[in-house]
């Protein structure tokens, strides 16, 4: 009885979450924004999180010239989806009507060509390609062992090798990815404008003056202050309710 109760309990939860994500496009077909705004947000207050929802709540909030919010919304569909060509371009979009113009500082050399190469896929699909590759070898293996002409034994052999390296690769890509996604720590400023101190106080000199939309990144917290770093490579102290953390 009590089985059959969770699965009722469990299936009215999901017919319920499908109606809110389906009225909140209703909504926003609608011209509602607002009211499709709380749609989508009782998804996540039931903990449905996905980048199509963030990319929609993203679209709403940019349709009422909402700019931070809109960033933000965007920036947690890519942290889902980071290769989402159209949450890609809306987010650029939005990024044109923040009034910061902060450089971008590239990295370069072999640090841009490790990032670039292990960003192409997320630390879960890298696993998943591990286990691929994993697979794989123990077919060569099997094929080597049980193979009766030295011309096969000698095929499979090279493949298993080729088949190691490529397995070490995308185990130590996916190693290196979850500790990038990890460590890095994007924030979007939400207050109209603030200042950033060069010490966690108020009576810290003004470094500069950012906006609301504003991509930084979060390096360490003391107290109500948290250190940030720009897209410029310049670094202060910021208001911790000045921004909200994207993960």
């Given at each position: 009885m009590k089985n059959i109760v969770y699965i009722i309990v469990l299936v009215s939860q999901v017919f319920f979450a499908q109606n809110?994500?389906?009225k909140g496009n209703s909504l926003y077909k609608s011209g509602k924004y607002e009211q499709a705004i709380d749609a989508y947000t009782s998804e996540l207050t039931a903990k449905k999180h996905s980048a199509e929802l963030y990319f929609n709540l993203g679209n709403c909030y940019y349709k009422l010239n909402k700019v931070a919010p809109a960033?933000?919304?965007?920036?947690k569909a890519l942290v889902l989806n980071p290769n989402d060509s159209e949450i890609l371009n809306n987010l650029k979009f939005a990024q044109k009507r923040t009034v910061d113009e902060i450089k971008v500082v590239p990295t370069v050399g072999f640090a841009k060509l490790l990032r670039d190469f292990t960003a192409i896929c997320h630390y879960n699909s890298w696993a998943w390609i591990s286990v691929g590759f994993s697979v794989l070898f123990l077919v060569s293996f099997l094929g080597y062992y049980f193979s009766a002409l030295t011309?096969?034994?000698r095929l499979f052999f090279a493949?298993?090798?080729v088949l190691f390296l490529l397995l070490l690769i995308s185990v130590a890509s996916a190693i290196f990815e979850k500790s990038h996604f990890k460590k890095e720590r994007p924030a979007i400023v939400f207050a109209e404008m603030t200042d950033v101190k060069s010490e966690p106080q108020n009576k810290g000199n003004s470094v500069v003056i950012l906006h609301e939309g504003t991509k930084v990144f979060v390096k360490e917290t003391v107290d109500n202050w948290k250190k940030i770093q720009l897209t410029d490579g310049s670094e202060g102290w910021i208001d911790?309710?000045?921004i909200q953390e994207v993960k």
């Open positions: 809110n994500f389906e960033i933000y919304n965007y920036e011309l096969h034994k493949g298993m090798f911790s309710n000045a």
